[in-house]
T-cell receptor, first 116, second 116 residues
Framework: NAGVMQNPRHLVRRRGQEARLRCSPM?????VYWYRQLPEEGLKFMVY????????ESGMPKERFSAEFPKEGPSILRIQQVVRGDSAAYFC??????????????FGPGTRLTVL | AQSVTQLDSQVPVFEEAPVELRCNYS??????LFWYVQYPNQGLQLLLK??????LVKSINGFEAEFNKSQTSFHLRKPSVHISDTAEYFC??????????????FGKGTLLTVNP
């Protein structure tokens, strides 16, 4: 059973470009979470999605960031008009259900975004 | 809001020595507690978690952590480390009650380096 897949692993963008980060959850998992790790910081929750629904986006910056988890295909985190402050590691996690904090979240290896 | 403090950013030890990685948290409500480990170029993996019951929890590879409510701590220990334990370790919490208990709040991580 393959783990959570994220691609690309490394992404370099120039200021003003768009970044698209992909996450394929573990087989059988329908809950996806995105976290961001800024330099010298811990991982911070961004958004929680189920298939075709955004459940909680309270951690997402209000502008330029969006996320989706379509019925078919991976979850996408999109950052428009990137700025240097967006440089970070973005981690995706998935779980089979959402039984509160008791449900283990399985993490991908992360995408390291560098904005020049 | 919750916060997690990992007091040591780096912990170097020699093989077969004991180790303790410290974690303190702050929360106005009851929490679940987790330790995740990240090996190089891999995603975060759950090492152990405290949900309820016995305050001492153990992993399959010899780590253990004890929940201390009065000191709001969840320190991770291993009596004898191996080279293969070299990794970054993250402490995390999520709230027990309410609708957002899937949100993990992480510390900044502790890099454990085991030297021969």
């Amino acid at each position: 059973n393959a783990g959570v897949m994220q691609n690309p692993r490394h992404l370099v963008r120039r200021r003003g470009q768009e970044a698209r980060l992909r996450c394929s959850p573990m087989k059988g998992h329908s809950h996806v979470y995105w976290y961001r790790q800024l330099p010298e910081e811990g991982l911070k929750f961004m958004v929680y999605l189920q298939k075709e629904n955004i459940i909680d986006e309270s951690g997402m910056p209000k502008e330029r960031f969006s996320a989706e988890f379509p019925k078919e295909g991976p979850s996408i985190l999109r950052i428009q008009q990137v700025v240097r402050g967006d440089s970070a590691a973005y981690f995706c996690a998935s779980s089979p259900t959402s039984s509160g904090g008791t449900d283990t979240q399985y993490f991908g290896p992360g995408t390291r975004l560098t904005v020049l | 809001a919750q916060s997690v403090t990992q007091l040591d950013s780096q912990v170097p030890v020699f093989e077969e020595a004991p180790v303790e990685l410290r974690c303190n948290y702050s929360s106005s409500v009851s929490v679940y507690l987790f330790w995740y480990v990240q090996y190089p170029n891999q995603g975060l993996q759950l090492l152990l978690k405290y949900l309820s019951g016995s305050t001492l929890v153990k992993s399959i590879n010899g780590f253990e952590a004890e929940f201390n409510k009065s000191q709001t701590s969840f320190h991770l220990r291993k009596p004898s480390v191996h080279i293969s334990d070299t990794a970054e370790y993250f402490c995390a919490v999520s709230v027990k009650s309410g609708g957002s208990n899937y949100k993990l709040t992480f510390g900044k991580g502790t890099l454990l380096t085991v030297n021969p």
